[in-house]
């Protein structure tokens, strides 16, 4: 049961998006004029299937991937029957044929950015806090520590982006190993340049700089005559430690009140940039849930909304604008050996798990996934590779230039060597797979 949940929940999702990508080949075949013999979803040999006009839409063995075939896709040497047939892919203009290429990724971002709309109307993860991040520790010896960064700082600046987030920082550490991250910081009023080379990280292959700066334990109500109060806690305390154990989010804090049995636990705060140490004794609740509590609530780092249709599709194509950037960014930096290949690419494996995961957290959290493999699919496809639908485009733009079309040969001898290269990078993203739970287990 533990394998087949997550492998039912991919076979389901990555469906959808063979579907949804190869209507769009389908539909814009169609439009154009060209004649589809095959609808295929899955690989290899025909299960079942039905026939429909000139199309055989049919279910094939192999579950992952599928394809549209049309009249004369790979064809055009003088004399073929099916290169001068008026219905034939080769017959058709060259930009109608880059419509149909394109129309294929093109279906998976319309996807992604609908599904996306979809949740942000009906729950939209709106940030509270807004202030540039915090570190709130540093590792001794480390590449923070080294840049001078001491617990306090408010990054203001970093690469060039004034007041970022806390996930822009971490993308930028991740994305950075062993080059350069220049930036500023906020100390006691004070701007502070700095500049920190992350180290790559050996087991994960990201980069570390070695700060810390989660933000989820800070006080946002103090309840009137709790101990918290009394021990002078006050609203917008960052808690640091307790009991000398690092607070890397509220759950850290309430386990520490919830084992104390009462007796005095120690804190430390960051406030306006200074630590502060408190020592309070949690009250006795009488509750088995919650048998001891110390007078706080929590800020959390997001609140949920629902937002018009205007309003989430705006977001939606922000987010989807930002992960498409990103999706570039962490390729020109496994390029660049700023993070190792190892860490960047999930096979069908590790989509699995992810799947699985996010089907268990519920729908919201599935059709997201859902919808980031998508814009995954779109790009991937999009890239200048031979076999994919970027490396077609990219055939039929040499073709625009050359004002004639390639010949057979050279176009069967290109997609052999995309067919291997493929090849290569789907043995390379299992066997990381396969890693990566070996090394968990």
Not at 188 to 214: H, Q
Request: no cysteine; aromatic share 8%.
């Amino acid at each position: 049961m533990g394998f087949l949940q997550p492998a039912f929940w991919v076979l389901v999702l990555l469906g959808i998006m063979i579907l949804v990508h190869e209507a769009g080949h389908f539909w814009a075949a169609l439009a154009v004029g060209i004649k589809v013999e095959t609808f295929s979803i899955g690989l290899g040999p025909r299960l079942f299937g039905i026939k429909r006009g000139d199309t055989d839409f049919r279910i094939a063995a192999i579950p992952f991937g599928g394809y549209v075939r049309m009249t004369g896709e790979m064809t055009g040497l003088p004399g073929d029957e099916r290169s001068t047939d008026p219905r034939s892919f080769q017959a058709k203009a060259r930009w109608q044929r880059a419509i149909v290429i394109i129309a294929g990724p093109l279906m998976n971002i319309i996807l992604a950015v609908a599904i996306v709309t979809g949740l942000y109307m009906y729950e939209f993860p709106k940030e509270v806090d807004t202030r540039n991040p915090t570190i709130t520790g540093v590792t001794p010896d480390s590449p923070a520590a080294q840049a001078g960064l001491q617990a306090g700082d408010h990054i203001v600046n970093l690469n060039g982006r004034e007041n970022p987030n806390w996930d822009y920082v971490l993308t930028e550490e991740t994305l950075n190993a062993n080059h350069a991250i220049t930036g500023a910081v906020e100390r006691r009023g004070a701007r502070i340049n700095f500049t920190v080379t992350p180290v790559m990280d050996p087991k994960e292959g990201l980069g570390k700089a070695g700060w810390s700066g989660e933000q989820d334990a800070q006080v946002d109500t103090v309840v009137k005559d709790s101990p918290a109060q009394a021990a002078g806690v006050r609203p917008g305390d960052l808690f640091i430690s307790v009991n000398g154990q690092a607070v890397v989010s509220a759950l850290t804090v309430r386990q520490a009140i919830f084992h104390s049995g009462g007796q005095p636990v120690s804190f430390e705060v960051m406030r306006n940039g200074h630590m502060q140490k408190f020592s309070l004794a949690p009250r006795a609740t009488g509750e088995s849930k919650a048998p001891y509590l110390i007078g706080v609530s929590f800020r959390p780092p997001v609140q949920f909304v629902k937002l018009s249709f205007v309003d989430a599709f705006g977001q939606s194509l922000r987010f989807n604008k930002q992960n498409a950037l990103m999706i570039f960014q962490v390729l020109g930096s496994i390029v660049e050996r700023r993070v190792a290949a190892k860490a960047a690419m999930s096979g069908p494996i590790g989509i699995a798990q992810l799947s699985g995961e996010a089907a268990q957290q519920g729908a919201w959290s599935y059709l997201f996934l859902m919808a980031i493999v998508s814009l995954n699919l779109a790009i991937f496809n999009l890239l200048p590779i031979p076999i994919l639908d970027g490396g077609t485009l990219l055939m039929l733009l040499i073709e625009m230039l050359l004002q004639r079309e390639v010949s057979l040969q050279v176009k069967e001898t290109v997609l052999r060597l995309g067919f291997v290269f493929l090849m290569m990078v789907v043995v390379f993203v299992i066997y990381n797979d396969i890693s990566r739970i070996l090394t968990k287990g």
